[in-house]
């Protein structure tokens, strides 16, 4: 019974948490032509909110978000393709407005880091495990220096 109560509470927390992002979109930005309409979510997905910053421009409720969203369909009605609105953006805002920013000169650490960081730490650990390897092992004892270690042992 309580298993039963708790699931319909799951069931419908998460109804409500899938309606929230459709809040963030307002009916009156919605464009008439269906084809664009697409275009339009596609792109402000692509998009981050610079107030909310790891929200895209699609989820967010932030003015900001709401006038980038109006911006991306105006271009879109001006006939501009998704890249020249992305470029637009982008001319404005930098290239942190992109949610997955794009590969250039300027973006290398940030695409090569990881790979990077990858590399030296599994060199890391071959030098240090072959290192560990190396290491000589000491002489075995003596039976005198056995029978003293005993000897010391013994004593209370």
């Not at 899938?18 to 084809?35: I, K, M, W, Y």
């Not at 990881?114 to 039976?143: D, M, N, S, W």
């Amino acid at each position: 019974m309580l298993r039963r109560c708790l699931g319909q509470i799951a069931l419908v927390l998460g109804l409500l948490l899938t309606v929230l992002p459709a809040a963030a979109f307002n009916p009156d930005e919605v464009l008439s032509d269906p084809a664009l309409e697409a275009r339009a979510r596609a792109l402000t997905v692509q998009l981050r909110c610079m107030v909310c910053q790891n929200q895209s421009i699609d989820d967010s409720n932030a003015e900001l978000a709401r006038d980038l969203r109006v911006l991306v369909r105006e271009r879109l009605t001006q006939g501009d393709s998704d890249e020249a609105v992305i470029d637009y953006v982008v001319s404005r805002y930098g290239e942190f407005v992109l949610l997955k920013p794009r590969f250039s000169m300027r973006t290398l650490a940030l695409w090569g880091a990881p790979v990077a960081l990858i590399l030296i730490g599994a060199a890391a650990v071959f030098v240090f495990a072959r290192r560990r390897v190396a290491l000589p092992e000491g002489k075995a004892l003596t039976p005198d220096e056995e029978a003293r270690i005993r000897d010391l042992l013994e004593k209370p």
